[in-house]
């Protein structure tokens, strides 16, 4: 007996252990359910949606149809369901409910009589839609209101639209419809104006990232910041995908996750090797770029990702030129500090050029099989297009206020002294009468042009060779050939007569002498920065 009694005696510890294993099994939730908002202030990321509905709520504007737009993992579903805690809870609608009231319970494990959840994939057809048409004429059971929540609505058939149309312009008073979509293209658009539409934003990063590591707190882990934001970088602005991806990294890494974990699970680049490739661009390294692109595919690293980190980088330095104050998107001060500087030498339209080309690759590398022939071509665009000449920099340059650094000499400084104004042409006297003897180059004499007026000449310009003028001093120190307005084409014989009788003595303007022209020391400096060549007629 006493042995027949140890024995039932253990077979009942056996079935406890047993028990309590598979109820802690049972019992374990991923982080997405865990976690999951249970009440307005819950909800991160999406303060607008959010404030609305408290508004409603509280002013009691209630629509009889909403609808949820957004990509996966905002809070479309959640949304929904803490709507209707609000609307169906003990004493509602009101938005300051008990979560942990029974009907609120039963809205979250979407087990309420009054909270029909109906999947929009799998009930799309007409006679889904006349069950609803005729259920909606029952009264709620024990909350205030009977909510049909339809998720992927955009699923739905043009039939079950159209038999949905009367019943959501006029349905009874007790019921409230709630829509949840990823494509709102595909919804009639009769459908969508009888409803009030919420367009669900990506969460920020920074948002997740911050989630992450409170996630990691309670559930007596270490996150480092690093990988945090490499989680919420990785997931594109969705919660649910971040979570999921944390829940994935606590069971290959245990109580420790660092960002090189990361990024071996889930292949995502590393800040360091985006700063690097940027700085190699920055640079005009193009081995380097190609070389590095090599390690990454080699890897199998997602390049597609890749290219469009580094898409990130660059607007964020472009944006940290235009607001110093701007986010640095995750870099480290020891590595963003670096690409800062290493684009200061970089004019802005020269960035936008870059984000531009990289963008173009990135859209052909979508449709691509081989995805790293694009990217290496992207890279040589990019690289190249730094390098290239515009008709901005032409102006610039010969109009001596250009940021060319082989244009500038040391002896240039932002005060330097004008060249001095040409004076202009005395008017011309007027013609004697007929009468009179033709003027005398003694009494008469023909104003001679000034030295300023002269052509520049290669004695002249020696001294300066590298001197910087302007087009406008160019324009005026051209030569003149008389003080005198030459005859209009429409004049007369005899005033040509006259005036070709006027001082015999005059020297004739001498013709332009092309080879003088030529060295003149403002087109050898521009053919030594355009590295350009003389074509002779």
Known sequence: STASGRKKDQQIVIDKFFVTTRLTRVSYQVFARKYRPRTFADVLGQDHVISTLRNSIER?????????????????????????????CPGGPSIDFDPDDPVCLEIGNGTSLDVIEIDGASNNSVDNVRDIRENVQFTPTQGKFKIYYIDEVHM?????????????????????????????????????????????RPIPTETIAKHLQYIATQEGVHLDDPAAWAIAKGADGGMRDAQSMLDQLVAFCGESITEQNVLEIFGFTSRETVASLTSSILS??????????????????ELSQLLGE??????????????????????????????????????????????????????????????????????????QSLND?????????????????????????PHSTPTPPVPAPAPASPAPPASASPATPSSNPAPQASEAELPPTKEASEPEPKAKRSLDALIDAAPEATAE??????APPQAAEQSSAEPANEEEPSPVDDDSFYQDPLIQEALKVFEGTIQQP
């Not at 009691?60 to 169906?88: E, M, Q, S, Y």
């Open 60 to 88: 009691d504007r209630l629509a009889h149809a909403w609808l949820f737009v957004g990509p996966r993992g905002t809070g479309k579903t959640t949304t929904a369901r803490i709507l209707a805690k609000a609307l169906n």
């Open 156 to 200: 739905l058939t043009s039939a079950a639209f159209n038999a949905l149309l009367k019943t959501l312009e006029e349905p009874p008073e007790h019921v409230k419809f709630i829509f949840a979509t990823t494509e709102p293209n595909k919804i009639l658009p009769t459908i969508i104006s009888r409803c009030q539409r919420f367009d669900l």
């Open 284 to 301: 005009k390294d193009s081995p380097k770029a190609l070389d590095l692109i090599h390690q990454q595919a080699e890897s199998g690293k």
């Open 310 to 383: 580094l898409i990130g980088c660059l607007r964020a330095l472009l944006v940290t030129r235009l607001d110093p104050n701007a986010g640095n998107e995750g870099f480290a001060a020891e590595i963003w500090d670096p690409l800062v500087a290493a684009s200061e030498g970089i004019q802005t339209d020269r960035i936008l050029n870059l984000i531009d080309v990289l963008a173009d690759s990135e859209g052909r590398m979508k449709w691509a099989s081989n995805k790293r022939l694009h990217f290496e071509i992207g890279i040589i665009k990019a690289i």
């Open 389 to 413: 000449a515009r008709i901005s920099d032409v102006i610039k340059a010969l109009a001596g206020a250009g940021s060319l650094s082989d244009l500038q000499t040391p002896s240039e400084t």
């Open 485 to 490: 307005p030459a005859p209009a084409l429409n």
